[in-house]
Nanobody
């Protein structure tokens, strides 16, 4: 039905920047919100940021002013620009799309495969 494929990530020094991408494909009738979550070792998955179909955004307090989420509705894609990275940003990052595969389908959550980000000197 709906597949999300992530790209980007890796190892970066504190203060550095990274950009994550996530593209949805497959049977897609519509996508409402698209989001980025992260899960640090030993911790629960947490919402980092989300963007609605109208472009409105919200951010976790821990990333406000450093991370920026954008989306390209024509490409069914979402991006996460991460600046001024800190060691505490180290985690596996997952993209999420709330989507309807068909016009008769209810909205459901779909997830990317996850991307490791390590912030370390």
């Amino acid at each position: 039905q709906v597949q999300l494929v992530q790209s980007g990530g890796g190892l970066v020094q504190p203060g550095g920047s990274l950009r994550l991408s996530c593209a949805a494909s497959g049977s897609i009738f519509s996508i409402s919100a698209m989001s980025w979550y992260r899960q640090a070792p030993g911790k629960e998955r947490e919402l980092v940021t989300a963007i609605a179909s109208d472009g409105s955004t919200n951010y976790a307090n821990s990333v406000k002013g450093r991370f920026t989420i954008t989306r390209d509705n024509a490409k069914n894609a979402v991006y996460l620009q991460m600046n001024s990275l800190k060691p505490e940003d180290t985690a596996v990052y997952f993209c999420n799309a709330r989507a309807r595969p068909f016009y008769y389908s209810p909205f459901d959550d779909y997830w990317g495969q996850g991307t490791h980000i390590t912030v370390s000197s």
